[in-house]
């Protein structure tokens, strides 16, 4: 096992094991969570993490169920294993100073909005009220895309399309994988899960228009 943290990040890293499970259990509630999906992180400071553990059940996460990470997705103090998609989260850490909070699911709506897209390679939002959740956006007359990168169990494939995406100097703030589910972040939880509910409700919308109006 890596070395034992100091008592200070111990205490940090209960504080958000709390916080994380407590935004499970809430999110598994809603559905979104099937069958031990889903990861979730949070930032403790510039080289650590907590992060959940490989393989739980994400509606009844509790304090050891969440482990420390480093920035490059080694096990600091634990010999269990994160999460198998502990690279996406680093990233995200990596790429954007400010977010402070990772949160992934595996809604049945950004699943089969993730298969419907795909093709397209993006979904494109625009018009919608609930735009103006996503943190910067200010009006609906924005356009608000949502990347749909291919699956693989290839994490730094994964990586490499979305740094790939970020370095064309496009705006993101969520994407999508194909068959998948959705990845988002935000300086804090509450921030997050905000924009975690409104990709949640405006994919369902599009989802509705294609249906409604093919
Ligand atoms: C149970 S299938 C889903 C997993 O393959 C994965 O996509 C996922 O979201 C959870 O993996 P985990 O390793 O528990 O973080
Ligand atoms: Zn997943």
């Excluded at 269990?80 to 954007?96: D, I, N, W």
């Excluded at 693989?152 to 995406?165: C, G, I, K, S, Y």
Aim: charge should be negative.
């Amino acid at each position: 096992m890596s070395k034992t943290p100091p008592p200070v990040v111990a205490t940090l890293l209960a504080e958000r094991a709390d916080t994380l499970a407590d935004a499970a259990r809430e999110l598994a509630a809603f559905g979104w969570t099937p069958a031990t999906s889903s990861n979730f992180s949070m930032r403790i400071d510039d080289d650590l993490a907590a992060i959940t553990i490989s393989g739980r059940d994400k509606g009844r996460l509790g304090r050891d169920d969440i482990m420390l990470i480093d920035m490059h997705g080694k096990a600091v103090g634990s010999d269990h294993r994160p999460s198998a998609e502990t690279g996406l989260h680093t990233q995200v850490y990596r790429r954007f100073p400010e977010a402070n909070v990772v949160l992934h699911t595996h809604s049945r709506t950004q699943s089969v909005a993730s298969r419907l897209f795909a093709s397209e390679g993006r979904v494109r939002l625009e018009g919608w009220e609930l735009q103006k959740a996503i943190a910067g956006y200010t009006t609906h007359e924005s356009v608000l895309d949502i990347p749909v990168f291919p699956n693989t169990q290839q994490m730094p494939e994964l990586e490499a399309r979305v740094d790939a995406w970020i370095d064309s100097g496009k705006p993101l703030y969520a994407y999508l994988i194909d068959g998948h589910g959705i990845y988002t972040w935000g300086r804090d939880m509450a921030e997050t899960r905000r924009h975690l509910e409104a990709l949640e409700f405006l994919l369902g919308c599009e989802l509705d228009l294609r249906r409604l109006a093919p």
